[in-house]
């Protein structure tokens, strides 16, 4: 039931793009994204809802493929702020408890 | 508004030892959970509540009680502390109204260390 994110660690150089893969087992109503840095609580980023949508703020977007039952997070033009750990969250239907992945670690080099 | 604050901070606990961990919310949020977080295993839900009166098991409940008597309080109790429960509490609330779960605020964390 927990979804599988991958990689399971990346390291970039500032400017660089990464992406980040969140798969489940099961059907999906919604992914959730957070990231956490280092010593701190995680922090929000997206939610995305079933139907295929891609959401994105700034240089941070990211893409539902409710067939593949996958999400994708793009992080364009990385920056050192970028660094920490990214989780995705995953709720089989609208009124279920969210699950999450394990992370991603990404470590921007200046 | 002090959003989700969690105390204490940092505990040691002796194998056996029974302790609450506190969550506060002051944003009104209906949904409220605690998770566990250890190396390489992500965040891991224990239970969860959509409102005042209203709990539920996520992923890794035993050994854990919860209540929710009020909308703004979700306490964690450890019935019987074990080293297995060595690990760092997140308590996060959101607004489930509208998208559902929709974001999640998450509180500073506790590090429990059970001996």
């Known amino acids: 039931q927990q979804p599988v994110q991958s990689p399971q660690a990346v390291i970039l150089r500032e400017g660089e793009d990464a992406v980040i893969n969140c798969s489940s087992s099961?059907?999906?109503?919604?992914v959730h994204w957070y990231r956490q840095k280092h010593g701190e609580a995680p922090v929000f980023l997206m939610i995305?809802?079933?139907?295929?949508e891609q959401k994105g703020h700034d240089k941070i977007s990211a893409s539902f493929n409710e067939k593949k039952q996958q999400s994708s997070l793009y992080l364009t033009a990385s920056q050192l702020s970028y660094s920490g750990t990214y989780f995705c969250g995953t709720a089989p239907n609208r009124d279920d408890k969210i699950i999450f992945g394990k992370g991603t670690r990404l470590h921007i080099l200046p | 508004n002090a959003g989700v604050t969690q105390t204490p901070k940092f505990q040691v606990l002796k194998t056996g030892q029974s302790m609450t961990l506190q969550c506060a919310q002051d944003?009104?949020?209906?949904?409220m959970s605690w998770y566990r977080q250890d190396p390489g295993m992500g965040l891991r839900l224990i239970h969860y509540?959509?409102?005042?009166?209203?709990?539920d098991q996520g992923e890794v409940p035993n050994g854990y009680n919860v209540s929710r008597s009020t909308t703004e309080d979700f306490p964690l109790r450890l019935l019987s502390a074990a080293p297995s429960q060595t690990s760092v509490y997140f308590c996060?609330?959101?607004?489930?109204?509208?998208?559902?779960?929709?974001?999640?605020?998450f509180g500073p964390g506790t590090r429990l260390t059970v001996t």
């Open positions: 944003m009104n949020h209906e949904y």
């Open positions: 099961k059907a999906l109503y919604s």
């Open positions: 509540s959509v409102g005042a009166g209203i709990t």
């Open positions: 995305l809802l079933k139907g295929g």
């Open positions: 996060a609330s959101s607004y489930s109204a509208g998208i559902p779960r929709g974001e999640q605020y």
